[in-house]
C-alpha cells in the first residue's frame, strides 16, 4: 500500500536544529550602520535579547533545540509529511509529490516554529513583553499563540488595511491574548506622525515594523523585546525542523533525496526550513534542484538585485546583505500577503548567489489556478502563499511526466488558507488580475542600487 | 515517553462501520405517516437513494465500507488520537485525557465522514445532484467538499442571516464547488411563499429543509435527492468510524477500555460516532459512563420528552421517534449553532431510553470558559459546539483528582473554531449570556406531546 501519511513518533523529533551558515562556500556578510560599516552584535541588543542575537551570528552548524521548546512543538510537531496521491494521478505523473504539511500548527501555519523558539528565549532572557506587526495576520496569530503559552504579553501592530478587513485574524490573536492594534497608532511618535500627516492612511507594513521597534526600544522597564517572523538567520534556523524532520520522513519509508524541492519565498522561513537541511547534501555533492517560488508581483530574487538594503521602510533597522526591491517598493496588492516583501532573508540571498538555489516566479492567476487543481484533487484549501509552491509542483510533475522520469519532489505546505477566503472569492468572481512588475519599475529601482554598497566585494567583514 | 498522538497507518484504517441498531435491547421504532401508522422504506425513495434507504432500516452488525469511499477518506483519515497531556497538568489530574481529533478534515470536522459516504451512494445509484440545508455552515461544506470530489452538483440552503453574518462559509463551499443560496429563496414554492409574507425573514432551519426537500423531489430528471448530515440512522452509522479507530489507537498504546465517553449532541452523529462502537461493550457487560452533552439552551435529551415528532419545522418529513422540544422549537441565537437542533437521533435517543446514555446539559458561558481553558493549555481553537464535550470533561477530570482515581476518558473533538470566531469575540468583549431554557417553555413543549403518540408502546411496528 501506499503511504500517503508518513509519521513521526513524538521520540523522533529532531533535537537540533541546522544552521546553514557554517556549510556556506563563502561566508556571510555582516550588516552594516549607517555609516557603511559593519556594526557589531551588541548593538542589537536594545532589540533582541542577547541569546537570540548569539544565534544570529552563529557559526556553529547545528544547535540543540531546547526540552521545554520540543515541550510545546509536540503539540503539533512532528508534522505529517504527505504524499499527494490524488494530484498525481490527476497530472498522470510517474513523479511521487511529497509534502510536509505545515498547515496542522494551530495558527495554521509554518510561523509557530520560530514564535515558540522566539517567546522562549526572550523569557529565558527574564524579557516580560513581545512586540510585532504583522500584515495579513499569519505572523501575529503565530507570535500571539507561542506567548500565551510561554507567559509573555504580546502586543501586535497590525497594518490598519488588514485590521479593518480581516476581521477574524484580529479575533485569534485576542483568543491567543494577544493586544492587536490597528498602525498606524497613537501608541509611537513614528505612528502619531503618520497620522498628523495622513489620518486616513490604509498603513504599511514599513509603518508597523517603525511602531513595533519603537514600542520595544523606548520601554523604560526593558523588559520589552522586539520580534521579526521571518528574514534573520535565527528565524530561519528555527525553522529548518521542517526539512529536518522530512529528511527523517523519506529514509523511514526508504525514499531517496528529492530531485526536486520547492517551497514559496516572501522573507524566506519556510523556504529555508524545508530546503536548507537539503542544500547541505546539495554543498556535498549531491544532485538536487532547489526553486524558491516568488510572486511576479514582487520578484525580489529572480527581478531584485544582491545589494544592502534596509529590512524596513522606515531605515530602523541596519543594513542586510540581500536581494532587494528597494525598502520603499511597495508591492501590487496580491492576495499573498506574506510573500510582499521587498528583500529575501541574507541566508537565502546568499545561497541563491552562490548557485544552490534557482528562484522562480509565478503570476497570481497562475497560483490560485494550482490551488483550484489542489482544491479538486487533494481537497483541502491552501494559503495564497502556499498556492506559489503548488504552481511550480504542478510545473515539475508535467515535465517529469513528459520526460518520462520517476521523480521524488517535496514541496511545503506552509499553510492553510481558511483565513484567506477572501482572495478564492476574488478568483471565482473573475476579479483577479496577475499585478505583474512592470520592467520601468525594476529599472527604477536598479538605478537607486547602483550607489549602494555591495555585498561580498572584500569590504565587509565578519560578525 | 508519553504518547502524546496515537496514530494509525493507512491500513489500519477500519472496513466496516458498526451498527447500533443490531445491538439495542429493544428494536428501534419505525417512522410514522401523517396517518400516524409506519411508513414503509419505499416512502422515503423520492428524498433519499435506495442504497442509502436500505442502510437506514438495516439490522446488520457490521456494514462493508466500500473501498472507494475509503480511498477518499485517507485524505485525512485515520485521524490522530491525542492524549491532552497539557490540560491534565493544568488540572492537576490523574485522569488520562485522550480525544480523537475530527478537526483534523479538509473542512474542519467530523461531517466529511458522512457527507462522502451519501454522495459516493448517491452518485452510485445515478443521482447527479445533491441538495441539503445549512445552518453555521459546516454541514454545507462538507456536502460541498465530498461532492467535488465524488463528481456530483451540490445545491445548499443556507439560512440567510447565517449566509449574511458568515461571508466566509458561503466562500468555502463555492471553493469546493458547492452552489450556495440564502434561505428562504426564490428557487422554490415553500420559499417564495414566506418571501412574500415575510420579505425581511432571517430564515430558519426549518425553512431551509423545506426549501432543500422540495428542490430534490421537484426536479424532473429524477436525478436529485437530498442529504441530511445528522440524526438519521445511516448518518450516524457513517460516523462510527471514528470511535472504531478510537477503539484500535487505544489497543495500540495498551490502554484499557474507556471509563468515560463524551461528545456534544445537537443532532446526535458526532457523538454517535465516538461512542456507538463502545455502547457495544456497554450492553455487553463493560462499566462505561458515556455523556451526551447538548447546550442548556437546546436541552432535547435532557428537558425534552422521549415522543413521535417531525424532524423539520414545515412537517415535510416522517414522525421520528425521538427526544424532542417540539418541532416548531425556535432555541436561542447560542453560538453552537450546529447543537440548536430541536430533536435528538433516535438511535441516541433510544439508547438514552434504554439507560445506556446519561445525557448532561451545560449553559453558554461554561463551555466558552473550558474552551479559553483548553486554548491556554492544549492550545488549540475548538469549535463552540466542542466545547460543551470539552466543559463536560474539565469537569470529569477535576473529579477524578478529587477521587483520587486514574479514570481514562475519551471524548469527540468535533470540529476547529477558525470559522466561528466571532463567538469568542462576544465571550472575551462580556457580551455572552446563558440563554439557558425558560422552565415554562419546557412545560409549554411537554403539554403540546401529551397528545402525540409515543415511541414503544406496542402501537408502532417494525421498518
Same sequence: chains 1, 2.
Avoid at 497620522?195 to 523606548?218: C, F, H, N, R
Avoid at 538567520?233 to 526539512?243: D, E, R, W
Wanted: proline fraction near 8%; charge should be neutral; aromatic fraction near 8%.
Amino acid at each position: 500500500m501506499i503511504s500517503r501519511k508518513i509519521l513521526l513518533k513524538d521520540e523522533d523529533i529532531p533535537r537540533q536544529w541546522y544552521n546553514l551558515a557554517a556549510d556556506l562556500p563563502t561566508p556571510m556578510d555582516p550588516p552594516l550602520g549607517p555609516d557603511g560599516k559593519p556594526i557589531g552584535p551588541e548593538m542589537l541588543a536594545p532589540v533582541f535579547p542577547m541569546n537570540l542575537i548569539e544565534q544570529e551570528v552563529s557559526q556553529q552548524r547545528w544547535i540543540d533545540i531546547p526540552e521545554e521548546i520540543l515541550d510545546i512543538l509536540y503539540r503539533w510537531r512532528p508534522a505529517p509529511l504527505r504524499r499527494a496521491v490524488y494530484l498525481e494521478r490527476f497530472l498522470k505523473t510517474p513523479a511521487k509529490i511529497y509534502y510536509k504539511d505545515e498547515s496542522t500548527s494551530p495558527p495554521g501555519s509554518h510561523k509557530p516554529n520560530t514564535a515558540v523558539a522566539q517567546a522562549w528565549y526572550n523569557k529565558q532572557f527574564g524579557i516580560k513583553r513581545l512586540t510585532t506587526e504583522t500584515g495579513a495576520g499569519q505572523w501575529g496569530s503565530a507570535l500571539s499563540f507561542a506567548c500565551k503559552l510561554i507567559g509573555l504579553e504580546c502586543k501586535v501592530f497590525m497594518v490598519r488595511i488588514s485590521f479593518d478587513q480581516k476581521p477574524f485574524r484580529k479575533i485569534m490573536m485576542q483568543v491567543w491574548g494577544g493586544k492587536c492594534i490597528a498602525s498606524p497608532s497613537n501608541e509611537t511618535n513614528a505612528g502619531r506622525e503618520i497620522l498628523q500627516k495622513m489620518p486616513d492612511t490604509p498603513g504599511s507594513l514599513g509603518i508597523a515594523i517603525s511602531e513595533a521597534i519603537e514600542a520595544a526600544v523606548t520601554d523604560s522597564s526593558g523588559k520589552t523585546r522586539y520580534s521579526l517572523g521571518s528574514v534573520l538567520n535565527h528565524v530561519l534556523l528555527h525553522q529548518t525542523i521542517i526539512g529536518l524532520e522530512a529528511k527523517k520522513q523519506l529514509q523511514m519509508i526508504g525514499e531517496k533525496l528529492p530531485d526536486i524541492i520547492i517551497g514559496c519565498a516572501g522573507g524566506g522561513s519556510n523556504f529555508a526550513g524545508i530546503s536548507f537541511p537539503f542544500v547541505y547534501d546539495k554543498i556535498n555533492g549531491k544532485k538536487i534542484e532547489i526553486y524558491p517560488v516568488e510572486p511576479a508581483a514582487c520578484p525580489s530574487l529572480t527581478k531584485g538585485p544582491f545589494v544592502y538594503d534596509h529590512g524596513d521602510t522606515a531605515k530602523m533597522t541596519p543594513l542586510l546583505p540581500m536581494h532587494s526591491l528597494g525598502h520603499d517598493f511597495v508591492p501590487q496588492p496580491i492576495h499573498a500577503g506574506g510573500l510582499r516583501y521587498h528583500g529575501m532573508a541574507p541566508l537565502v540571498s546568499r545561497a541563491v548567489h552562490e548557485g544552490l538555489l534557482t528562484p522562480k516566479a509565478y503570476p497570481q492567476l497562475q497560483c490560485y489556478e494550482a490551488a483550484m487543481t489542489w482544491v479538486g484533487t487533494e481537497g483541502t484549501i491552501c494559503a495564497p502563499e502556499t498556492s506559489h509552491a503548488i504552481a511550480c509542483v504542478i510545473e515539475e510533475a508535467v515535465k517529469a511526466r513528459e520526460e518520462g522520469k520517476e521523480k521524488v519532489i517535496l514541496f511545503n505546505y506552509s499553510g492553510h488558507g481558511l483565513m484567506d477566503l477572501s482572495g478564492y472569492d476574488s478568483y471565482l468572481s473573475g476579479k483577479l488580475t496577475n499585478l505583474e512588475l512592470p520592467q520601468d519599475e525594476i529599472d527604477r529601482m536598479t538605478a537607486i542600487f547602483a550607489s549602494m554598497p555591495k555585498p561580498n566585494q572584500g569590504k565587509t567583514g565578519k560578525w
